[in-house]
């Protein structure tokens, strides 16, 4: 039987979702004018239809942290087996299969500089079947992290997205450092960004209080941001694909903020190497690709040269769900 294809609630739920994780299903059911079992039924449902899944996240560059993004070349046979097993890592996210099955893509965010070299130095050129491995560290962030591609679908109006919008975070005046409920509680939001506080108080062995204090404390300075993982498929985008930007440094800031607020880009962020931007798209087919590329893009004065991959399967988006 084919999944009932999602209807303009559903579309509304997840990015209401996307604004604020942990908003109560009553909150969410009256600004969208609709009853708290409509609103818990389909959060259900997009469970099955579209693997909805609202996972507690980090802001690394809040705490002093770089998140690398790795190329691995590998001969095809090994390539599924090398994406799975990174796949299963803690440290890693967006893990794909792209370039006809001998390429592996994922973003590495190593919590220390000893984990970054063993990973980066060590461990990925000792892997057997590894044919070239290029890793790129993201430099600034123009879109994605905590500003999801949801928000971009605009299936909620103005009014409606103010409503369920929580405060913006305080900007960064100094690297946070975390302690030990921190930590606890990170981790348990990651496993369930709706935990309910029973069940993170439990995760930290601290009083209510003092774990409801933390976790105001974590989204009020941007540390913790909800994230909502998914299927773009049902959606109706169908092709996902990397794209490598070499862009002159004098147009980097600019050529940013316009990749930022094209819809069909998911993540955009200017990086190491001989490429200076990378950008995560997805569009509804290969034809719209062509025409983002060659439309877009290519209107972008300082752009000078584009390398693309299609995504082929993505394995891991933040958390690892065997299918």
């Keep these: 039987m084919l999944p009932q294809p999602l209807d303009l609630l559903d579309l509304r739920l997840l990015q209401a979702l996307e604004l604020d994780g942990r908003a109560s299903f009553s909150r969410i059911a009256e600004?969208?004018?609709?009853?708290?079992?409509?609103?818990?039924r389909r959060f259900r449902r997009l469970r099955t239809t579209v693997r909805l899944?609202?996972?507690?996240?980090?802001?690394?560059?809040?705490?002093g942290r770089d998140i690398w993004m790795v190329r691995l070349g590998c001969t095809p046979n090994v390539a599924e087996q090398l994406a799975l097993a990174l796949a299963k890592r803690p440290d890693t996210?967006?893990?794909?299969?792209?370039?006809?099955?001998?390429e592996v893509l994922c973003a590495m965010r190593p919590r220390t500089r000893q984990e970054r070299d063993d990973l980066l130095l060590e461990r990925l050129h000792r892997t057997p079947r590894v044919t070239s491995?290029?890793?790129?560290?993201?430099?600034?962030?123009?879109?994605?992290?905590?500003?999801?591609?949801?928000?971009?679908?605009?299936?909620l109006d103005p009014d409606q997205e103010a409503a369920l919008r929580p405060p913006a975070p305080a900007a960064p005046t100094a690297t946070l450092v975390l302690d030990a409920v921190d930590e606890a509680l990170l981790a348990a939001l990651h496993r369930d960004g709706r935990a309910a506080l029973a069940e993170l108080q439990k995760a930290t062995g601290q009083s209510e209080?003092?774990?409801r204090r933390h976790?105001?404390?974590?989204?009020?300075?941007?540390?913790?941001?909800?994230?909502?993982?998914?299927?773009?498929?049902?959606?109706?985008?169908g092709v996902g694909a990397m794209c490598w930007l070499t862009v002159a440094p004098h147009a980097l800031a600019q050529t940013g903020r316009a990749l930022a607020g094209h819809p069909e880009v998911r993540f955009a962020g200017a990086v190491t190497g001989p490429a200076n931007v990378a950008l995560f798209m997805v569009c509804r087919t290969?034809?719209?690709?062509?025409?983002?590329?060659?439309?877009?893009?290519?209107?972008?004065?300082?752009?000078?040269?584009?390398?693309?991959?299609?995504?082929?399967?993505?394995?891991?988006?933040?958390?690892?769900?065997?299918?």
């Design 215 to 237: 976790l105001e404390r974590l989204r009020a300075t941007g540390v913790l941001y909800l994230a909502v993982e998914y299927d773009y498929e049902p959606l109706g985008h």
């Design 53 to 63: 899944r609202v996972t507690g996240m980090t802001d690394d560059s809040r705490l």
């Design 133 to 155: 491995v290029s890793a790129h560290c993201i430099l600034h962030s123009f879109y994605g992290g905590p500003l999801g591609w949801l928000r971009k679908i605009s299936a």
């Design 209 to 211: 209080a003092v774990t």
């Design 31 to 40: 600004v969208l004018g609709v009853s708290d079992q409509t609103v818990a």
């Design 286 to 323: 290969s034809s719209d690709l062509y025409a983002y590329l060659s439309d877009r893009i290519g209107a972008l004065t300082g752009v000078q040269s584009a390398e693309t991959a299609l995504i082929l399967r993505r394995v891991k988006t933040l958390t690892y769900l065997p299918r």
């Design 93 to 102: 996210q967006y893990v794909d299969l792209v370039s006809g099955g001998t």
